[in-house]
């Protein structure tokens, strides 16, 4: 039961910041807090990370913060990139890391975390759309979970733009 207090603390955490949240968004929420962002970490990744940093207006999301806590017990953390860039550190240290995280989930932890968010919800603890969750535990394989995008409410409404790291490695490249 610990964990579904954690789980729900999470997320109530990030709906209370972004309230056009839906259940797929809590879902890759939940994939990045065991899996990492290691599905873009091929080859192209620098490039990608450049080309979206440069795209961004890191004027706009003022209110986002630094690091959010994207686990149920804290190790993993997104570190969003206009706060990344307007604070002035490089890309080049964020990269690094990126490699250093080297995460490795183990789809076992993640089904638990998102059976936690589907009780949550059932149970009415929780308030999101039955419907959606629902739909997403149809298709989900559960031997193999793979990654979901935002949901465009929640793309319009926050414009994400951020990469999933161990907390540890983004707190030794920040200096704190």
């Known amino acids: 039961m610990g964990s579904w207090r954690r789980v729900a603390e999470l997320i109530g955490e990030h709906k209370a910041a972004r309230p056009e949240m839906r259940a797929r968004d809590v ?3 939940l994939y990045q807090g065991v899996f990492g962002v290691g599905h873009i970490m091929g080859p192209g990744a620098w490039d990608y990370l450049q080309t979206e940093a440069q795209g961004l207006d890191v004027k706009a999301q003022p209110r986002d913060p630094l ?3 994207v686990s149920p017990e804290g190790s993993v953390v997104r570190v969003n990139l206009r706060p990344f860039i307007r604070e002035g550190y490089t890309l080049n240290k964020l990269m690094e890391a990126m490699r250093e995280s080297d995460i490795t989930g183990v ?3 993640f089904l638990e975390s998102w059976e936690a968010f589907a009780e ?3 149970s009415g603890q929780l308030d999101f759309e039955h419907n959606e969750v629902d739909a997403i535990n149809r298709a989900l394989d559960r031997a193999r979970p793979q990654p979901m995008h935002h949901t465009q409410p929640y793309r319009d409404a926050y414009y994400p733009a951020y990469r999933v790291v161990r907390r540890r490695e983004i707190l030794k490249i920040l200096g704190i």
Request: glycine share 0%.
């Open 67 to 69: 690091l959010e806590t």
């Open 107 to 109: 789809p076992a932890a």
């Open 120 to 122: 949550l919800v059932w």
């Open 27 to 29: 879902y890759k929420l």
